[in-house]
């Protein structure tokens, strides 16, 4: 299954090599921003996200899905 798809679906992730190591759910795709719900340390906040570099962080294997 494609990236794109996986994030549509709010497919949860998380990341390695210096990208943020909590759990990411994403929530929604608008244009070229992907919203989503980070959760580390107990802590639970919102965030805009570039959708281009979320993705690129992907094919780098920055990002993984859990």
């Known amino acids: 299954m494609d990236i ?3 994030l549509e679906e709010g497919k949860p992730f ?3 090599n210096g990208a ?3 759990r ?3 929530q929604s795709i608008s244009g070229d ?3 989503v719900i980070c959760d580390k340390d107990g802590t639970r906040w919102h ?3 570039e959708l281009q570099y979320t993705i690129w ?3 780098r294997g920055d990002y993984y899905f859990l």
């Open 4 to 6: 794109l798809k996986q």
């Open 14 to 16: 998380s990341g390695k």
């Open 20 to 22: 943020f190591t909590g």
């Open 24 to 26: 990411v759910e994403p």
């Open 33 to 35: 921003t992907l919203s």
């Open 47 to 49: 965030e805009n996200w």
């Open 57 to 59: 962080g992907f094919e």
